[in-house]
């Protein structure tokens, strides 16, 4: 008699998940009432978190950084547990030795690369690679990541371009002329920037955000134009989209969880001409939660969120650990901030999971 094959077990569906504690390695928590209003969405759910300089004017110095941390720290509450990890804004005229200086005394933990007009606040950004090669290469030196704004910004590439152009014309030729340096390609959006960082190297890591994730351009236009939606770089085709959902859910350490929560007040994004940025923190774990699940691997969850971030940035992981569990979870249609309101991303709608908080273990 020939045996039967074993019948596989049906995969029994995940309800509950345990990980350790994730960290945001993007995000804009702006400053004054805004930070006061925004600032306990990334703490509740993130031990650490990259806090983007594009305020107004930009942290560029040490000095500035050291005191937008403990504004965060104080309007997080000093027992939140929670650690705001500090950018340089790169300028025409960032002085390496501010950069030396700032990484001795611990204040900052990467540089922040806006090229000059290519998104929010970043008029101060660089408008000359060439002319900054020193600065690069004083950061390969002292070995701080640079976080990349991967954007070409000349009026004559188009939009949906603007990623893959500047991987051709810039990233590459830096990647290679730096060989030492860590680079973040941040909130990647294009198959092109996974392929890239896949045959990159070590050096080169990329963050991806949940709602480029979820969106494709479509998304933006569906129905009427949706500026809650509207982000920079833009959500870009489908097969992009499908490409961001497999680098993020292969267990891929190259790539990790960076939210781009971006959050701007609704008359600045309900306008004649809008500002860029969704504000997804208050549901961010939920929302990626949604996608890794949808793809079957809600295994490599904790791998994204906890794990390859740190490893990249040569810091510990988070020791505790915190609960998502499968359950409706409304959405509230706004945050308050003064007079005005935040939209959220999913504003009104449900997901299947929340967030339950710290867990012992
Ligand atoms: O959509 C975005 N919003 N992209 C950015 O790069 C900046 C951000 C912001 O600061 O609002
Ligand atoms: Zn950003």
Not at 39 to 61: D, H, K
Not at 190 to 200: G, K, L, Y
Not at 339 to 348: D, E, K, N, Y
């Amino acid at each position: 008699m020939t045996a039967l094959s074993p019948i596989p077990a049906p995969s029994r569906a995940i309800d509950r998940l345990i990980i350790r504690q994730p960290d945001d390695w993007h995000v804009h928590l702006r400053d004054g009432p805004m930070l006061k209003a925004v600032v306990a969405y990334t703490a509740r759910q993130f031990g650490r978190a990259i806090i983007m300089p594009n305020l107004t004017p930009p942290v560029t110095t040490a000095g500035m950084a050291a005191a937008y941390r403990q504004r965060i720290v104080r309007a997080a509450g000093k027992d939140s547990g929670f650690t705001p990890l500090m950018t340089c804004y790169l300028t025409d005229h960032t002085d390496p030795a501010d950069l030396r200086d700032g990484r001795k005394r611990g204040i900052y933990t990467a540089v922040k690369l806006y090229p000059a007009h290519a998104t929010t606040n970043s008029a101060h950004g660089v408008t000359d690679m060439e002319k900054l090669a020193p600065v690069f290469a004083t950061i390969e030196e002292i070995g701080l990541p640079l976080l990349v704004h991967g954007e070409a910004t000349s009026p004559d590439v188009d939009i949906y371009d603007r990623e893959a152009v500047f991987i051709e014309r810039t990233l590459a030729p830096m990647a290679k002329r730096f060989p030492g340096l860590k680079i973040v390609f941040e909130h990647i959006t294009t198959r092109d920037a996974v392929a890239f960082v896949r045959t990159a190297g070590p050096t080169m890591a990329a963050t991806i955000t949940p709602h480029h994730l979820e969106h494709n351009r479509n998304a933006m236009f569906a129905g009427g134009i949706r500026p809650h939606l509207y982000c920079l770089p833009v959500a870009k085709r489908e097969p992009h989209r499908l490409a961001l959902r497999e680098a993020a859910t292969s267990g891929d350490a190259a790539f990790f969880l960076g939210t781009d929560s971006a959050p701007h007040k609704r008359e600045a994004k309900e306008a004649a001409c809008g500002c860029a940025g969704v504000f997804c923190a208050p549901m961010a774990l939920e929302s990626y939660a949604k996608t890794f699940d949808e793809e079957g691997r809600l295994d490599r969850l904790e791998a994204f969120a906890s794990l390859n971030g740190p490893k990249f940035y040569g810091l510990p992981v988070n020791e505790k650990r915190i609960a998502l569990v499968r359950a409706a979870t409304p959405v509230a249609a706004e945050v308050k901030v003064g007079r005005s309101a935040l939209v959220p991303f999913h504003a009104g709608a449900t997901l299947n999971w929340r967030f339950e908080g710290l867990v012992a273990g």
